[in-house]
């Protein structure tokens, strides 16, 4: 699972795909979640990175 963070808040999504301008981001069930323009990105993290390791990235 992936988190994609953004100004206004956070979303997660299953998978996503990379286009010319942003990132479209999908469900578990493959359904079209939401378009996020690169310029409104300001990190996509995985999941599993927390999971597995609780140092802090700050």
């Known amino acids: 699972m992936y988190r994609a963070i953004l100004p206004e808040g956070q979303i997660t999504c299953e998978r996503y795909d990379h286009t010319e301008n942003g990132l479209e981001l999908y469900d578990g069930s493959d359904q079209?979640?939401?378009?996020?323009?690169?310029?409104?990105?300001?990190?996509?993290?995985?999941?599993?990175?927390?999971?597995?390791?609780?140092?802090?990235?700050?």
């Open 32 to 58: 079209f979640l939401a378009f996020v323009p690169y310029s409104n990105l300001h990190a996509l993290l995985d999941e599993e990175v927390y999971e597995e390791d609780d140092r802090s990235v700050m």
